[in-house]
């Protein structure tokens, strides 16, 4: 769970700066948060929270 809360935080800073400073427009990123909530709730969900989990996992495992 405190994945999911800092995967949130961290789209929602690279939102906010898209927005910013890179010319993203605030409608833009509105139709995104949709798109977001509507897959949540989609068949497609799992497999994405499965893909996610993955990619989290597997830069866990980086070793420097």
Known sequence: MALSISAVVLLAIIVFLLVKKSGLKAGHAV????LGFYLASSSVAPTINELTTNVAGMIGGIKF
Do not use: E, F, G
């Open 31 to 34: 139709v995104c948060t949709l």
